[in-house]
């Protein structure tokens, strides 16, 4: 937390002493500390890690996310939420029985019809092979 807080006090000096140079304090009097072309020059060789949440927010920004976050909370655990859950859990498992039925389905007659494909391919052979000499040489002349 120090390293933090001693980060924040040299930013700030940073920042400040260039703002308030006096030969150039016009100029710069809306400048932040990011958009100090020494700053961005540092900063590219070596970045810094964001500051913590608690350190870049005021304090009553931060009572808002606190509120927001026991409320939601405490909605969450509302009876009729709770029911809610439970029903959506229902609806899920029964898709997923629903959609494991279907794909199951869609295998075995993909397998049903790579049997049928195969079969047809060996009956073509048999029925070639089962030809008369003669014939099959007359096939094979023509």
């Given at each position: 937390k120090q390293w933090y807080q001693r980060r924040v006090r040299v930013n700030w000096m940073v920042e400040y002493l260039y703002k308030n140079n006096p030969r150039y304090r016009v100029e710069r009097e809306n400048v932040e500390l990011l958009d100090i072309p020494f700053v961005q020059k540092i900063l590219s060789k070596r970045p810094q890690a964001p500051l913590p949440l608690h350190l870049r927010l005021t304090k009553s920004e931060a009572a808002t996310l606190i509120q927001a976050g026991v409320r939601g909370y405490m909605?969450?655990?509302?009876?009729?939420?709770?029911?809610?859950?439970?029903?959506?859990?229902?609806?899920?498992?029964a898709a997923t029985?629903?959609?494991?039925?279907?794909?199951?389905?869609?295998?075995?007659?993909?397998?049903?019809?790579?049997?049928l494909n195969q079969r047809d391919v060996c009956n073509i052979y048999r029925m070639k092979s089962s030809l008369p000499d003669e014939e099959a040489e007359g096939e094979a002349a023509t």
């Open positions: 909605a969450r655990q509302a009876d009729q939420v709770q029911g809610f859950r439970e029903k959506i859990k229902r609806k899920q498992a029985v629903i959609q494991s039925g279907w794909r199951g389905h869609k295998v075995r007659q993909r397998i049903a019809d790579e049997d």
